[in-house]
């Protein structure tokens, strides 16, 4: 059976503030770094062996993912790096606190922001100008997102990029971001709509899927390690 296996970046800069961040670039903290080398050494134990990478655009998934390769010994597959799996877009809450947005907002607007599948965080006043994005159609840049505008934009990289690897047999590590994983999670497990907002991804914490030759789910597993990390 081919195996999926899905990764949360290491602790952001933002994660350790409590800050939203969305397309925002935040680097890893230290203790992201040990996230990511813990999460490698987890999956080296596997010893499954990966046909390609997949991350997004933004260098805290890709910094895990060059050191989880590095931990595992295949730095040599192919990494493909798509704007699609970004982490979702929060608009005009980027950059600020959590508990702050609580506040201000209340405990049950901030719980819609965050984890419900269709509210839209307030959207900022103009698009990202990110030399990251100058290839592409100016509409392909959000001003905000909920999570099925970001899953709109997933799951058609799922459909073309990965799915077509894993039905030839080829064993596939997705190294993103919480919201971004939360939608392929609800895409690969069926999930409701409303059951989605209890889904949470843990940062540095590899889930793996064994899957059968029609991409339906046959084990799921969460590597954890066994080290307290501060």
């Known amino acids: 059976m081919v195996k999926l296996v ?3 970046h ?5 994660n350790k503030e409590n800050e939203y961040t969305g ?5 890893l903290t230290k203790k992201g770094e ?7 050494e987890l999956l080296r134990k596997t010893k499954i062996t990966f046909k390609q990478l997949h991350t997004s655009v933004l260098s805290r998934a890709i910094k895990t993912a060059d050191i989880v390769l590095d931990q595992i010994g295949q730095s040599n597959i192919p990494v493909l790096k798509s704007w699609r799996l970004n982490e979702r877009h929060y608009g005009a809450l980027r950059g600020l606190n959590k508990n702050w947005t609580r506040k201000v907002y209340g ?5 819609l922001w965050r984890r419900s599948f269709t509210t839209v965080p307030p959207l900022m006043d103009e698009t990202d100008n990110d030399r990251r994005y100058h ?3 100016q509409s392909i840049l959000p001003r905000a997102e909920s999570l099925k505008m970001a ?4 799951i058609p990289y799922w459909v073309d990029k990965i799915a077509p690897q894993l039905l030839h047999g080829n064993n596939q590590l997705i190294v993103a971001h919480g919201s971004t994983l939360r939608a392929l999670i609800k895409y690969i497990e069926e999930i409701d709509d409303e059951e989605i907002d209890g889904v949470e991804v843990a940062n540095g914490t590899p889930i793996i899927y064994e899957l059968d030759n029609k991409l339906r789910i046959v084990k799921e597993k969460i590597l954890k390690s066994e080290h307290t990390i501060y």
């Open 151 to 154: 899953s709109d934009r997933i």
């Open 23 to 27: 397309w925002t670039d935040a680097p």
């Open 10 to 14: 290491g602790q952001s800069i933002a």
């Open 6 to 8: 899905l990764l949360r």
């Open 107 to 111: 405990d049950r607007q901030v719980a």
């Open 34 to 40: 040990f996230q990511a080398k813990e999460a490698g």
């Open 135 to 137: 290839a592409y159609p």
